[in-house]
């Protein structure tokens, strides 16, 4: 596609309901990467993808949260149980194969916890 | 490991001055360093990179950095400040034989008129 894809661009749920957040990189590209932005607060980041693999999950808050990534395209994070400290931007990344390329970022997915 | 320092949570400036948003970097190799600016409700816009080369890099809207290896610094700097330069910028950085990528808490730019 022309650019990364999110959606749902808005979520609000109820806490303890799980939610899945959708990401589609730009085509071909290699890495994919999460991170949350909570209000005014800087780029905290989840995990990231090399192909269909992920080599660093350290990001992942909890047990609560998961992604995988899938034919190296879409992902997926999925947050369960979710609590009011999940709301936040969750936002998507992507670059290219041969790493030398910034990262495209998404538009975001406001996740909002009440 | 790898992490980045942007030790300025807000700058501010006039309209006209220059200015500098200061940004340094650890990584356990060599770096590729990246500047992203966000404007408010918006997403997160590339600025420049530093790849290899030349230790002066120019990007969008005027802006450029200088990489310094031996201070592991990567600043942004743009010479005259424009109202519209008012935005939230991070830093980022890469090491090459690894694709995570690490930003940097962000620095609040505000231009005053």
């Known amino acids: 596609g022309a650019g990364v894809s999110q959606s749902p661009s808005n979520k609000v749920t109820e806490k303890g309901k799980d939610v899945e957040l959708r990401c589609d990189p730009i085509?071909?590209?290699?890495?994919l990467y999460w991170y949350r932005q909570r209000l005014g607060q800087g780029l905290e980041f989840l995990i990231y993808f090399q192909g269909n693999s992920a080599p660093d999950k350290s990001g992942l808050p909890s047990d609560r949260f998961s992604a995988e990534r899938t034919g190296e395209s879409v992902s997926t994070l999925t947050i369960q149980r979710t609590q009011q400290e999940d709301s936040a931007v969750y936002l998507c990344?992507?670059?290219?194969?041969?790493?030398?390329?910034?990262?495209?970022f998404g538009q975001g997915t406001r996740l909002t916890v009440v | 490991a790898q992490s980045v320092a942007q030790p300025e949570d807000q700058v501010n400036v006039a309209e006209g001055n220059p200015l500098t948003v200061k940004c340094t970097y650890s990584?356990?190799?060599?770096?590729?360093l990246f500047w992203y600016v966000q404007y408010p409700n918006r997403g997160l816009q590339f600025l420049l990179k530093y790849i290899t080369g030349d230790n002066l890099v120019k990007g969008s809207y005027g802006f450029e950095a200088e990489f310094n290896k031996s201070q592991t610094s990567f600043h942004l700097k743009k010479p005259s400040a424009l109202v519209s330069d008012s935005a939230l910028y991070f830093c980022?950085?890469?090491?090459?034989?690894?694709?995570?990528?690490?930003f940097g808490a962000g620095t609040t730019v505000t231009v005053r008129a």
């Open positions: 990584v356990s190799g060599n770096p590729y």
């Open positions: 980022a950085v890469r090491d090459i034989d690894d694709y995570k990528l690490s």
């Open positions: 085509s071909g590209h290699t890495a």
């Open positions: 990344a992507s670059s290219s194969r041969q790493g030398t390329t910034e990262a495209f």
